[in-house]
């Protein structure tokens, strides 16, 4: 799976951003969107399921939301109210699709982009 993010920048805090993710198969289900800010770790921002459901971070519900253009196989983020601890580089990521007696889940996030950079400036 090829994934490659776009949209990234610079914007002052309070703004709003949108970044997109084109990909190499349909981005309904298992994809999302991870953040690294300096000096941390990568952490899970906002994911989609097996399902299509939408799993949200508790710190960023009701600022991110997620969608996605199956015809254009493309993830999107849009990002608003943005502050200084939103700045960090944004991965997009997908994860195989796994099935057994009538279940499904995510395998785990193994497919990544190469990040693009937002920075929020005061």
């Known amino acids: 799976v090829q994934l490659a993010e776009s949209g990234g920048g610079s914007v002052q805090a309070g703004g709003s951003l949108s970044l997109s993710c084109a990909a190499s198969?349909?981005?309904?289900?298992?994809m999302g969107w991870f953040r690294q800010a300096p000096g941390e770790a990568r952490e899970r921002v906002i994911t989609?399921?097996?399902?299509?459901?939408?799993n949200y971070d508790a710190s960023v519900k009701g600022r991110f939301t997620i969608s996605h253009d199956s015809a254009k196989n493309t993830l999107y983020l849009r990002i608003n109210s943005l502050t200084l601890g939103d700045t960090a580089i944004y991965y997009c990521?997908?994860?195989?699709?796994?099935?057994?007696?009538?279940?499904?889940?995510?395998?785990?996030?193994?497919?990544w982009g190469q990040g693009t950079q937002v920075t929020v400036s005061s």
């Open positions: 989609t399921n097996a399902y299509g459901a939408i």
């Open positions: 198969r349909d981005t309904s289900y298992c």
């Open positions: 990521a997908a994860a195989d699709l796994a099935q057994f007696g009538g279940s499904r889940w995510c395998k785990d996030y193994n497919y």
